[in-house]
C-alpha cells in the first residue's frame, strides 16, 4: 500500500511547485464540482488524510483546524509538510495484516483497516484528477499522473 | 489489489448509467483537459486498462480498436463489458508474489508488473476525478467516489 501513498505525496508536492506562482484570487476561487477551490481541495486532501489516519486508524486525539485559518497556499504547503511525519510513519508501520482490524465507531457494520488506507488512496487520487482539470483552465501543465516511472517501486 | 479495481469498475458502471440520458452533443463535445470530452475519457479508461493487463503483462496479442467506430455512450458501454470478463479474470488471478516480475519491452529499466497494476489503478480513479468535474457543469451529481462502504470489502 506505501507505493500509493508515495505516489499520492509526490503528485501533492508537485501540484504545490506548479501553483507556486498563480494568483491567490485563482487559488482560492471558487469553481464548478469536486469541494469548490483548488485551495481547499489541497486542504481537504491533507486534512481526510491525517483524520483517517492518525485520529480514527491510530487513535491519536483529533487536532481541530479550520479552513479559514489558511490564508495563502504556501499556508496549506506548510500544514501539509507538518502533519506528513506522523502520516508517514503510520503508513510505514502499516501491513495488510492488519486489513480486517474493526474501526471502532458506532457505524454499522463497522468499517475495516483496509477499506480506509484504501479509501485515502483513492480519495487523494480523485481530487487530484479534478485539481487537474482546474489547473488547465489556467492554462498550466498539470503534473504527470503516471504512477509507472517513479523512483520508488 | 482486487477491491481497487471492483471500486472501479462499480464507478465505471455508475457513471454509465448517470450520462445514460445526456444528448450525444455533451457526451461527445470537446471540454478543456484531461483526454478531451466525457465519451473519450471513457473509452480511453477501458483502452488503457485492457492494454496494460492483457496485452502487456498477459501478453496477448493486441486487438486494435478505433475511438471513432464509438457512435454513442452506449457503444462505448458494451466496449467495457466485452472486454471486463478477460480484465477480470486476470486481475483475479492475480497475487502480489507477481509485484516484482519484469515486463519484457524495450524500455529501460524495465516496468515491473506490479508498477503497472497499480498504475491501471491509479489511471482509472484520475480520469474518474475529471468527470466528476465535466459531470457537475452538466448539472449532473456525480457518483459517489467513496471507497468505504461498498459491498466487496
Known amino acids: ?19 507556486r506562482t ?22 481537504h486532501i491533507i486534512d481526510v488524510e491525517y483524520n483517517w489516519l492518525i485520529t480514527d486508524l491510530n487513535q491519536q486525539p483529533e487536532i481541530e483546524w ?7 497556499l504556501m499556508d496549506i504547503q506548510r500544514f501539509s509538510e507538518e502533519r506528513h511525519p506522523t502520516v508517514a510513519a503510520f503508513v ?12 471502532l465507531t458506532s457505524e454499522k ?17 480523485h481530487h487530484i484528477g479534478q485539481l487537474s482539470i ?3 483552465e489556467l492554462d498550466l501543465k498539470p503534473p504527470t499522473a503516471n504512477f509507472i516511472r517513479r ?3
Open 92 to 103: 510505514a508501520q502499516y501491513t495488510e495484516g492488519g486489513d480486517e482490524q474493526k474501526l
Open 22 to 43: 498563480v494568483p491567490y484570487e485563482e487559488i482560492y476561487k471558487k469553481r464548478i464540482g469536486g469541494v469548490g477551490s483548488i485551495a481547499y481541495t489541497l486542504y
Open 109 to 125: 457494520p463497522p468499517l475495516k483497516y483496509g477499506e480506509v488506507m484504501r479509501h485515502v488512496i483513492a480519495h487523494e487520487i
Open 134 to 136: 482546474w489547473v488547465r
Open 1 to 19: 500500500m506505501l507505493p500509493f501513498f508515495k505516489y499520492n505525496w509526490q503528485v501533492r508536492a508537485d501540484y504545490f511547485d506548479l501553483l
Open 151 to 153: 523512483d520508488f517501486f
Open 66 to 72: 479550520h479552513f479559514e485559518d489558511f490564508k495563502s
